[in-house]
């Protein structure tokens, strides 16, 4: 099993930027395995933000963060980030870390892991 906790969530002006870190822990090592960011805003559904494969090489993102937000991983750190530029107003949400659930796949569309989640406020 994995523990996956994220962190770096908070209160940032629009236009701002936040660093998100998903730290694993437990007997599975992420580093084999694709993994994603995914938010919900109050009343809305779960949705998807970005993911990224086993090695690290191939990222995707929603249409609406593409080119302001950067998913990366740091295997030595067992560890995954999403930086966030240019924040707007339609970007608050509670944002969760996501493992996918079968190891060396390119997009983790089958999710068995989620983090707690870490708020992300914009004001304007």
């Known amino acids: 099993q994995v523990q996956l906790v994220e962190s770096g969530g908070g209160l940032v002006q629009a236009g701002g930027s936040l660093r998100l870190s998903c730290a694993a822990s437990g007997r599975t090592f992420i580093s084999n395995y694709a993994m994603a960011w995914f938010r919900q805003a109050p009343g809305k559904e779960r949705t998807f933000v970005a993911g990224?494969?086993?090695?690290?090489?191939?990222?995707y993102y929603a249409d609406s963060v593409e080119g302001r937000f950067t998913i990366s991983r740091d295997k030595a750190k067992n560890t995954v980030y999403l930086q966030m530029n240019m924040l707007q107003p339609e970007d608050p949400a509670v944002y969760y870390c996501?493992?996918?659930?079968?190891?060396?796949?390119?997009?983790?569309?089958?999710?068995?892991?989620w983090g707690q989640g870490t708020q992300v406020t914009v004001s304007s």
């Open positions: 990224i494969n086993w090695t690290g090489r191939s990222t």
């Open positions: 996501a493992k996918d659930r079968f190891p060396g796949r390119d997009r983790p569309t089958d999710i068995d892991s």
